[in-house]
């Protein structure tokens, strides 16, 4: 990244948080609270490790050369301020043994105000995001495979963030804070099937006074503490947001291969593969998305799930297995062609 069009907002956030996962490690090694069966200092360090990802993977895209770059690089500034504020509430309320995200503890003033401030901040996350993606995704700023991961990361991205939106529409909560307080959270992530056996077994009060208990959540899965009893909509969000990182990983993956196989040094070849991983990140986000809003565990997938899976899985082999053999193709006519000319001794 060239340090004279560095955008240092993005990298001082960056720098933030990668600090902020260091300090939340130690959490939760040396502070034994906890709220739904995890570490008070899990999530701050998710969250930090999620936005130094993303910000360094803005940071460079904003490096690069590009009309409106002006608008892009203030919409970064925008970024980078809404991120180190909203995640220094969630680091605020870990200190505080309590929740960030959806909590209705109206006589805590500190809370009233945090919350405010991801009323405004998420919108505003948001939107710079998507306007970025906008001006970005009609630009090529490098190769031909870098393009096409940058723009297809950007939009799985932004629907990544609107559909976390849909987390303010899956009831009220009732939880217990590290201290045992009970406090009310006005929405979760998990989406639950209540004629479920796992629905009934979970939330043992649901129905009795119009609230749900949310104490299932901390039966989840290791480290993610994604839900194993119901369908749970963090996962399209990280699958949405994090694949620009995989789809960048994988170009320079397959640049580093075409030195070893002639046939994928073609730029052609290499975006056509992209193109295709693109596409099955999609797939899986819709999949992922689908599975949650059918109060379905990611690791309990019905009949249908493995179905449409096995489906996706077979045409994107079926489709990779066609561009690897156009671009051996391709790469033997280039052969022919140059040997067709060199001149005859």
Same mark, same amino acid.
């Given at each position: 990244?060239?340090?004279?069009?560095?955008?240092?907002?993005? =990298?001082?956030?960056?720098? $933030?948080?990668?600090?902020?996962?260091?300090?939340?490690?130690?959490?939760?090694?040396?502070?034994?609270?906890?709220?739904?069966?995890?570490?008070?200092? +899990?999530?701050? &360090?998710?969250?930090?490790?999620?936005?130094?990802?993303?910000?360094?993977?803005?940071? &460079?895209?904003?490096?690069?050369?590009?009309?409106?770059?002006?608008?892009?690089?203030?919409?970064?500034?925008?970024?980078?301020?809404?991120?180190?504020?909203?995640?220094?509430?969630?680091?605020?309320?870990?200190?505080?043994?309590?929740?960030?995200?959806?909590?209705?503890?109206?006589?805590?003033?500190?809370?009233?105000?945090?919350?405010?401030?991801?009323?405004?901040?998420?919108?505003?996350?948001?939107?710079?995001? =998507?306007?970025?993606?906008?001006?970005?995704? %009609?630009?090529? $700023?490098?190769? %031909?495979?870098?393009?096409?991961?940058? !723009?297809?990361? =950007?939009?799985?991205? *932004?629907?990544?963030?609107?559909?976390?939106?849909?987390?303010?529409?899956?009831?009220?909560?009732? *939880? +217990?804070?590290?201290?045992?307080?009970?406090?009310?959270?006005?929405?979760?992530?998990?989406?639950?099937?209540?004629?479920?056996?796992?629905?009934?077994?979970?939330?043992?009060?649901?129905?009795?006074?119009?609230?749900?208990?949310?104490?299932?959540?901390?039966?989840?899965?290791? =480290?993610?503490?994604?839900?194993?009893?119901?369908?749970?909509?963090?996962?399209?969000?990280?699958?949405?947001?994090?694949?620009?990182?995989?789809?960048?990983?994988?170009?320079?993956?397959?640049?580093?291969?075409?030195?070893? /196989?002639? &046939?994928?040094?073609?730029?052609?070849?290499?975006?056509?593969?992209?193109?295709?991983?693109?596409?099955?990140?999609?797939?899986?986000?819709?999949?992922? /998305? &689908?599975?949650?809003?059918?109060?379905?565990?990611? *690791?309990?997938?019905?009949?249908?799930? +493995?179905?449409?899976?096995?489906?996706?899985?077979?045409?994107?082999?079926?489709?990779?297995?066609?561009?690897? +053999?156009?671009? %051996?193709?391709?790469? !033997?006519?280039?052969?022919?062609?140059?040997?067709?000319?060199?001149?005859?001794?």
């Amino acid at each position: 990244m060239p340090v004279r069009r560095a955008h240092r907002p993005l =990298l001082c956030m960056v720098g $933030l948080m990668a600090a902020l996962v260091l300090v939340a490690t130690v959490g939760m090694l040396v502070d034994d609270r906890r709220v739904l069966g995890e570490s008070v200092w +899990l999530k701050p &360090w998710k969250f930090g490790l999620a936005f130094a990802l993303y910000g360094l993977t803005l940071a &460079w895209l904003l490096s690069r050369p590009h009309r409106g770059q002006r608008v892009t690089r203030w919409l970064g500034t925008v970024f980078a301020v809404t991120g180190v504020v909203d995640v220094g509430f969630i680091v605020l309320q870990a200190a505080r043994g309590s929740f960030s995200h959806f909590n209705n503890a109206d006589p805590d003033p500190v809370n009233q105000v945090g919350q405010i401030v991801f009323t405004s901040g998420v919108p505003g996350l948001f939107l710079a995001n =998507l306007v970025i993606a906008v001006i970005v995704v %009609r630009q090529r $700023l490098v190769d %031909r495979p870098t393009t096409v991961a940058i !723009r297809a990361g =950007l939009l799985l991205a *932004v629907l990544g963030m609107a559909q976390a939106y849909l987390m303010g529409f899956t009831g009220e909560q009732r *939880v +217990l804070d590290a201290y045992g307080r009970p406090v009310l959270l006005g929405a979760g992530h998990t989406v639950l099937d209540h004629n479920t056996d796992a629905a009934r077994d979970g939330y043992t009060d649901a129905g009795r006074d119009g609230y749900i208990d949310a104490a299932h959540d901390a039966d989840g899965m290791p =480290l993610t503490h994604w839900s194993t009893t119901g369908g749970d909509l963090r996962i399209p969000h990280f699958v949405g947001l994090h694949a620009i990182q995989f789809l960048l990983i994988a170009v320079i993956a397959l640049a580093l291969l075409a030195r070893r /196989f002639r &046939w994928l040094r073609p730029e052609r070849t290499r975006a056509e593969l992209i193109t295709v991983l693109a596409g099955g990140c999609a797939a899986v986000f819709a999949l992922v /998305f &689908w599975q949650a809003m059918r109060a379905q565990s990611l *690791v309990h997938p019905d009949a249908a799930t +493995l179905g449409v899976a096995a489906g996706l899985l077979t045409t994107l082999a079926g489709l990779t297995v066609l561009v690897l +053999l156009r671009g %051996r193709d391709l790469n !033997r006519r280039s052969g022919a062609a140059s040997a067709a000319v060199r001149p005859r001794e």
